[in-house]
């Protein structure tokens, strides 16, 4: 059990990977429009807003410009036969984790602080310690969680483990990290 926990990607087949990961992504794209959300990075959002096909786009271009990165690691440093979907599909599944952290954005106490920090009202913000560190908390909790999942989506996908694949996968985040900064500037 505890296996299927850590790493889904060697039980879970492609087309339920797919589908969890595309029910996800329609998900928090209604959520982030909903809620006046907006991805401006690979992990991060701002209070700006999206439409709903504005906030789909974001989240397509987010997964898309990592997958295709992970794709073209794969190729170019394994020896293994890598095919794009398999490693765009658990790359959409392991950014479950991810998608589930931006509910607590839903908690309009959350919201007001977090408003606070993203508009430079630090200090008032401060005066907040328990919900800002539930906040911190909670936010590096799924994220560590979506890098485990990203990366043990990529070693299965591509045949890249230990050493070679945990670098191979951090440049890969860099990168795409970088892109999907400047691309999701272009939605």
């Not at 429009?33 to 401006?40: I, P």
């Not at 036969?81 to 839903?106: G, H, T």
């Not at 906040?135 to 969680?145: A, D, E, R, T, Y």
């Amino acid at each position: 059990m505890m296996n299927k926990i850590l790493n889904p990607f060697r039980f879970l087949p492609l087309r339920q990977a797919l589908c969890w990961g595309i029910a996800a992504l329609i998900l928090v794209s209604v959520l982030f429009w909903q809620a006046g959300m907006r991805l401006t990075s690979l992990t991060q959002m701002n209070f700006a807003g999206d439409h709903l096909l504005q906030a789909t786009a974001r989240q397509l271009t987010a997964w898309a410009v990592f997958a295709v990165v992970l794709y073209l690691a794969g190729l170019a440093a394994s020896s293994s036969k890598i095919r794009f979907w398999d490693v765009a599909a658990f790359n959409l599944f392991a950014r479950i984790p991810f998608d589930v952290s931006m509910i607590i954005f839903l908690i309009p106490k959350v919201r007001s602080v977090m408003g606070l920090l993203a508009d430079g009202s630090v200090n008032t913000a401060l005066k907040y310690p328990i919900t800002v560190s539930a906040i911190g908390l909670v936010s590096m909790l799924f994220f560590l969680w979506y890098i485990f999942w990203s990366y043990k989506a990529f070693a299965e996908s591509t045949n890249l483990k230990n050493g070679k694949g945990v670098g191979i996968f951090i440049v890969c985040f860099i990168v795409a990290y970088v892109a999907s900064i400047h691309l999701l500037r272009l939605i």
